[in-house]
């Protein structure tokens, strides 16, 4: 099966709009791994909607550029979701399927990676705030990845 | 909308020296937002690194994901897996 049009989707979903404005780029920044996965500290991130149930929820709607810091050592049956915009059925059984922290807990151990850095990040990724999200949010997730050494990022949106 | 959230850290994060590798359910989007490294698993939406309970899968999928860290040669680079979700699951998604 080919992939979905999600581009396609959206603009049936909002007929009476004109078409969102993606953005869009001819090429990409690129930055070679300096150390071999077994060397590397890992950062892991996603838009899921995760947070602790002692952390404030997310605007489950759009354009929260907030994020929670989620110790990978986390006890699991404290995680919360708000995100109202994908099937997050199976997510709330088994976070793995959007927020892989066991399995990267389980990579450091056996060795595939070097480290799994604790925090893991969660935010809510329904942002509309472009240039908020690049001036604020972005350099912020930065700071803490320069403060952490981190090797190289995981991220997943959802 | 969260694939282009993504991309656009994904992107940052890399032009501030430290590389990226991002997974994808959308490839149409992650084609435009072009983060640096991109992994597609064609699966639904809310299952971006694997099926719920399947532990084994969700680490193949990580390990052939990670791999890509090191494995791509330059900014742009898309890695699909061929893991099946099921045979026609997309038909079921209302275009």
Redesign the interface.
């Known amino acids: 099966m080919s992939p979905i049009s999600y581009i396609e989707l959206a603009r049936k979903g909002f007929p009476d709009q004109p078409p969102y404005q993606w953005s869009t780029f001819q090429d990409a920044p690129f930055t070679p791994m300096k150390k071999t996965l077994q060397e590397s500290r890992i950062s892991l991130i996603s838009s899921c909607g995760f947070y602790q149930k002692d952390q404030s929820p997310f605007n489950p709607i759009k354009n929260d550029l907030t994020f929670r810091e989620i110790p990978t050592n986390v006890d699991l049956s404290e995680l919360r979701i708000s995100h109202n915009f994908y099937d997050s059925t199976d997510a709330k059984r088994d976070m793995n399927c959007v927020f892989p922290i066991e399995r990267f807990r389980e990579l450091e151990n056996e060795g595939f990676i070097g480290a799994f850095v604790s925090p893991a990040y969660s935010f809510m990724g329904r942002i509309f705030m472009r240039r908020e999200l690049q001036d604020q949010m972005i350099p912020s997730f930065i700071k803490k990845f320069m403060e952490s050494k981190v090797d190289a990022l995981f991220l997943v949106p959802c | 909308?969260?694939?282009?959230?993504?991309?656009?850290?994904?992107?940052?994060?890399?032009?501030?020296?430290?590389?990226?590798?991002?997974?994808?359910?959308?490839?149409?989007?992650t084609r435009?937002?072009?983060?640096?490294r991109s992994v597609?698993l064609?699966f639904?939406?809310?299952?971006?690194?694997?099926?719920?309970?399947d532990?084994e899968g969700?680490?193949q999928i990580?390990?052939r994901?990670?791999?890509f860290?090191?494995e791509?040669q330059?900014?742009?680079d898309i890695k699909e897996l061929l893991n099946v979700w099921s045979?026609?699951?997309?038909?079921s998604?209302?275009?």
């Open positions: 909308m969260c694939h282009q959230s993504v991309g656009l850290i994904a992107r940052k994060v890399e032009e501030a020296g430290i590389p990226t590798v991002s997974m994808t359910s959308a490839l149409d989007i435009l937002v072009k983060p640096p597609f064609n639904p939406l809310g299952h971006t690194t694997g099926r719920p309970f532990r969700q680490m990580l390990k994901s990670l791999e860290l090191v791509a330059e900014g742009g045979k026609d699951w997309e038909l998604v209302n275009l």
